[in-house]
């Protein structure tokens, strides 16, 4: 058993930040509501800059920096890099460079900073703790495209300073203006530091052992729609750690995700380009062959499997087959109306053969969805 000399030195100013932050948070922020209150204006301000920090660290420290899902002006790079200061998790660089790492080696507890496999506390908080794998405070290899990002080494030099006075600056600045110095610095200041970390580190905790994986489980990232929603569309974890290039992470309308949606409307500005999207048929494709796997597994353990097998083999190859077919048909029809000649005579066969093959992958997609619920009910 690994001995307390034997474990690496403790970082006691992440402690100390930490536990004090935490426990003004829980202890002096009840006290003052109970002995003074707080009203709609510090309650919006702490939404606003907890949402400022978080959508700071979701599409421009994540998304932006360390996955290059799509590209932003300087203006948005530099909003982003001071609310990444105000989140108070490092700079851009070594943010990314630990992203990078956690995604090049997910789940391996020797590479990965904060791997699920060595536990709950570890992966939200504890790597944090002590200082494991020194070298990521010096090494930044993987990061030398950020490096030529005159705004990330900006904000890398001058982080500390940075982070100093958004902290401390914000809060008192807004309880200056509202009247309150210290309503503002426990609510903006204090607890909205400690609902920025905690939402974040549930990433690498909660969301690598609480939800679905219908994508992959090649590793223990999560799908999780409540996680979604506390921070800004995060919580699709299985989906990104398969697609981890694609700009979105709820890739449904439905599904909670207001940095797919930042991202998006920004481009409709400018301020945002080259937004980058997994092909739809890879996605299906890749839900289904997770079906596949699933149910193949729970039939080889049957009596008498090999007729069943037999089906959900041919079940699932028509089904591929037919995604193939009409991806490609919708392709090509995208390209004839992008030459606005889809309504000429001559495509007029094609067309009612795409719309066949829209008709037959339906009819697929119907029969394998009821095969999929034969087994799993």
Known sequence: MTTQQQKPPVLWLNVAVFSVTLLVAIIGVPLYA???????????MLVVAFSFCGMSITAGYHRLWSHKTFQANALLRFIFAIGGAFALQNSILHWSSDHRIHHRHVDNNDKDPYSAKKGFFYSHIGWMLRDYQASRYHDYDNCRDLQKDKIVMWQHKYYLLLAIGTNFGIPFAFGLIHGDIWGALLLVG????????????????????????????????????????????????????????????????????????????????????????TP?????????????????????????????????QQEYEALIAKISDYYQAKKRLLDMEKQKIADSYDNFEFIQQYKSMQARLEQQRRAWKGLMQQYTT
């Open 34 to 44: 109970y002995q003074y209150g707080f009203d709609w204006a510090q309650i919006l």
């Open 280 to 312: 739809a048929d890879r996605i299906e494709k890749t839900k289904a062959k997770m079906q596949f796997k699933r149910i193949q597994q729970q039939l080889s353990k049957m009596p008498n499997n090999v007729a069943r097998l037999t089906q959900l």
């Open 190 to 277: 204090f607890l909205r530091l400690v609902l920025s970390h905690h939402t974040t580190f549930f990433i690498n905790s909660l969301a690598h052992i609480w939800g679905s994986q219908p994508y992959t489980d090649r590793n223990t990232a999560r799908d999780n729609g409540f996680l979604a929603f506390l921070t800004f569309g995060e919580g699709y974890h299985n989906y990104h750690h398969i697609f981890e290039n694609d700009y979105r992470n709820g890739i449904c309308w439905w599904q909670f995700d207001p940095t797919k949606w930042l991202i998006k409307v920004c481009s409709w500005i400018g301020w945002t380009r080259n937004l980058k999207v």
